[in-house]
């Protein structure tokens, strides 16, 4: 059993109260440098993060943990970031989904528009940006 434990001065009966949820976000992106300094920034938050570079791992992690946020490359090494959002979306629509375009593609703003991610980020906007992105979702969590 999980959570904190406390005992009731006038009885020996155990209450159990379910510890907080971690908020948890899945970063997927082909730079690691680029990622682990997101998931440093993102941790010292008190977010749980899970680490690939993968769009069917990014998807499986998903499944697992029930992210809050997700940050996805739109370029990863087995599919296409703009099609792993759409199928992370078409799995679970609570997801926000960040993309992140380390390069410019022709159409990406066509591409977002389909596709839904909450946000398009381009990788001269900054780790920042990413993360401000998240901190904006925990504000909506809390409220």
């Given at each position: 059993?999980?959570g904190?434990?406390?005992?009731n001065s006038?009885s020996?009966?155990?209450?159990?109260?379910?510890?907080?949820?971690r908020?948890?976000?899945v970063?997927?992106l082909?730079d690691t440098?680029?990622a682990?300094w997101?998931a440093?920034h993102?941790?010292r938050?008190?977010?749980?993060?899970?680490?690939?570079?993968?769009?069917?791992?990014?998807r499986?992690?998903c499944?697992?943990?029930?992210?809050q946020v997700v940050v996805?490359?739109?370029?990863?090494p087995?599919q296409?970031g703009?099609?792993?959002?759409?199928?992370?979306l078409?799995d679970?629509?609570t997801i926000k989904?960040?993309?992140f375009?380390?390069?410019s593609?022709p159409?990406?703003?066509a591409?977002?528009?389909f596709?839904?991610?909450?946000r398009?980020i381009?990788q001269?906007?900054?780790?920042?940006?990413v993360?401000d992105?998240?901190?904006a979702?925990r504000?909506?969590?809390s409220e």
């Open positions: 059993m999980t904190n434990r406390s005992r006038k020996a009966t155990l209450l159990w109260r379910p510890a907080r949820i908020e948890r976000v970063v997927a082909n440098v680029f682990s997101i440093r993102v941790r938050l008190g977010w749980g993060v899970h680490l690939t570079q993968s769009g069917s791992d990014a499986r992690l499944q697992a943990h029930s992210p996805l490359d739109t370029q990863l087995d296409s703009w099609l792993t959002c759409e199928k992370i078409r679970d629509p989904v960040i993309l375009a380390s390069h593609e159409n990406e703003n591409f977002a528009d596709v839904g991610p909450a398009l381009r001269n906007e900054g780790i920042q940006a993360v992105e998240i901190v979702k504000a909506t969590i």
